[in-house]
């Protein structure tokens, strides 16, 4: 395990460094600086500290656990790799990401999820512990975002205008009563058995990374929010 | 060099602030290290600080930051001071030479009080008749900027790195009981020392990250009421904005933050107190101009406190902490934990939702 104490080290030397690494790094008194394990592959990172923005940018494979909370656009168009947050997330997490998992123990800022996308076998998968903010999932295209609600003491689960401009994926809260209107383009119905399947395949993986227990996560009514058809928003644009 | 209108260029800023409820006086130093870990958000074309408390021995007296180009400006710019003003202290604002830190202007503050034969003529508060001739110098002197014009308070700016501005002004030596600091990227106007931020007026000053895509209508309705808006920069019409909803139409800060900020129509219709509902429709309805649109977060400092607002979309990010006495605001959370490692309570306030700080009554 290399250890790297990245005080008063700008990005480009950080990255420099976990780049030489073989395999398993710390970055300790991480204060601010951005784009850490931007575009790696095969690198498990450790950071203590607060990374700074796009944390994990087009992440290939790495996989990084941050031991307190991250700033925003964490995992920024991400290929494949996990991020695992055990604090709050900031802004747009998860950003037009293709793959890969990004799992947050806490609260998610603004637009978590924004334009994430699949294709073909890449499906991405965010994960939020707590609550999120307004716009989450905003032009979500596929992957699978999760709010869970842990410790929401009956708050809201997410903020407002969710989904907006949503036109594929899926969207689960761990709740069957839904604060806030969400876009006539979107139909949100109670979780089937095929989908909680699906979910609980993720949420194993969650679990494991922040020592919770799958049956109690699972132990609450999901609804599933999907877009109504594959192109929901044709009829807003003059076709030409 | 070309100024605003020559030229546009394409670009983020760095925001942060630190306020002690109970007056508490810090140096630059914290404020200064806050800067540090978002550098990457300034690219050296403008960084600045406001500091509340650092004049006690002139606190009735306002005192004005100025810029000059030239000796001969200076001497003119004076001659226009003293018909209005007593004087009561001018000097050199002290300096350091770095080489970070070049071309710098002529840069002078003194401490006036209007002369009271001016202020009756006129028919005029204090506040007023300051606000107006910095709109006469700003607008009709070349050569000179009041760049700072409140009483026990100062802004400090230049073209640089914020940490750069911070050791050029020796800061380290000044105590405040709060800080604002800007580090700046400009998108569309040129950077030079009068476009810095914070922009202030009287005591308010902004700092301002973001575009404001309601520039052109805010600034039109703003011009009706005797503001001139000299340097096409979207901070300086927030600041206007400010001055006029908060101190000429005596809004309170929350209600300035409705009227900027204000909530979707969409939302203020879903909203159960019917008493809520009528006096956001009441304000949207009175000073539609004066919404602001596009992403910003700014950190509006007051004598007394400041208040943090981001646009109601939260285009902008903005974090704020707490430690003790103690309140910090800044773009990054890694920012806060610069000034204080061990900061409680970070949260990042919704879209439009106010974050005020007032320090203690007689604290200040």
């Known amino acids: 395990m290399t250890v790297i104490d990245v005080s008063g080290l700008d990005h480009k030397t950080i990255n420099e460094s976990l780049r030489r690494a073989d395999g398993e790094c710390a970055l300790l008194h991480c204060c601010g600086q951005r784009f850490i394990a931007a575009g790696m592959s095969d690198k498990k990172i450790t950071i203590e500290g607060i990374p700074g923005n796009a944390l994990g940018a087009y992440l290939n494979g790495a996989s990084i656990v941050v031991n307190s909370n991250a700033q925003d656009q964490t995992g920024d168009t991400m290929n494949e790799g996990v991020i695992v947050i055990h604090g709050d997330v900031g802004d747009a997490a998860g950003y037009a990401m293709r793959g890969g998992r990004i799992f947050v123990r806490g609260n998610a800022g603004y637009r978590a999820g924004i334009h994430m996308k699949a294709y073909g076998a890449k499906s991405p998968a965010v994960v939020i512990g707590g609550r999120a903010g307004s716009f989450l999932g905003e032009y979500q295209a596929g992957g699978v975002i999760v709010v869970l609600g842990l410790g929401s003491d009956g708050q809201a689960l997410v903020g407002d205008f969710p989904c907006t401009g949503m036109h594929g994926g899926k969207l689960y809260l761990r709740t069957d009563r839904l604060t806030v209107p969400f876009p006539n383009q979107v139909t949100a119905r109670p979780a089937s058995e095929e989908d909680l399947d699906e979910l609980r395949k993720l949420l194993a993986e969650y679990c494991d990374q922040f020592g919770l227990v799958l049956d109690e996560v699972m132990n609450a009514p999901f609804t599933v929010v999907t877009p109504d058809s594959q192109n929901p928003y044709r009829r807003m644009y003059v076709a030409n | 060099m070309e100024r605003e209108g020559q030229i546009r260029i394409p670009a983020g800023c760095a925001i942060a602030a630190l306020v002690s409820r109970d007056g508490s006086k810090t140096s630059g130093e914290a404020i200064t290290n806050a800067m540090k870990p978002m550098r990457d958000r300034s690219n050296g074309l403008g960084g600045g600080f406001a500091a509340y408390g650092i004049y006690p021995e002139y606190k009735d007296f306002y005192a004005l930051h100025l810029f000059f180009d030239s000796r001969d400006v200076r001497k003119g710019c004076e001659a226009f001071l003293k018909e209005r003003f007593e004087i009561v202290q001018s000097e050199i604002i002290p300096t350091r030479k770095i080489p970070e830190i070049t071309d710098e202007p002529i840069i002078w503050r003194y401490f006036v009080a209007p002369l009271q034969s001016q202020l009756k003529s006129a028919q005029l508060d204090g506040d007023e008749f300051v606000s107006r001739a910095v709109m006469k110098i700003n607008a009709q002197m070349d050569g000179a900027y009041v760049f700072s014009s409140g009483k026990n308070m100062g802004a400090f700016k230049a073209v640089g790195f914020p940490e750069d501005v911070s050791r050029f002004y020796r ?38 990250n973001g575009e404001i895509s309601s520039y052109d209508a805010n600034r039109r309705f703003i011009e009706m009421f005797g503001y001139k808006c000299t340097l096409q920069t979207d901070t300086e019409v927030i600041t206007y904005i400010m001055d006029y909803l908060l101190r000429v139409q005596r809004l309170t800060l929350t209600e300035t ?85 061990n900061v409680e309570n970070v949260w990042s306030p919704a879209g439009g939702e106010p974050v005020v700080v007032r320090v203690k009554e007689g604290a200040f």
Do not use: C
């Open chain 2, 171 to 208: 800061l380290e030596e000044y105590q405040a009981y709060q800080w604002t600091a800007h580090g700046r990227y400009p998108t569309n106007t040129p950077g030079w020392w009068g476009g810095a931020h914070p922009f202030g007026l009287l005591d308010y000053t902004v700092v301002h």
């Open chain 2, 257 to 341: 933050a409705n009227v900027i900020a204000a909530p979707f129509w969409s939302a203020i219709e879903q909203l159960s107190d019917a008493e809520e509902r009528a006096r956001l429709r009441y304000l949207r309805a009175v000073f539609p101009s004066l919404l602001i649109t596009g992403p910003f977060s700014i950190v509006l400092g007051f004598n007394g406190g400041l208040m943090a607002l981001n646009d109601r979309l939260k285009l902008r990010s903005m974090v704020v902490g707490e430690k003790d006495d103690k309140v910090f605001v800044a773009s990054e959370e890694a920012a806060i934990r610069a000034m204080e490692e």
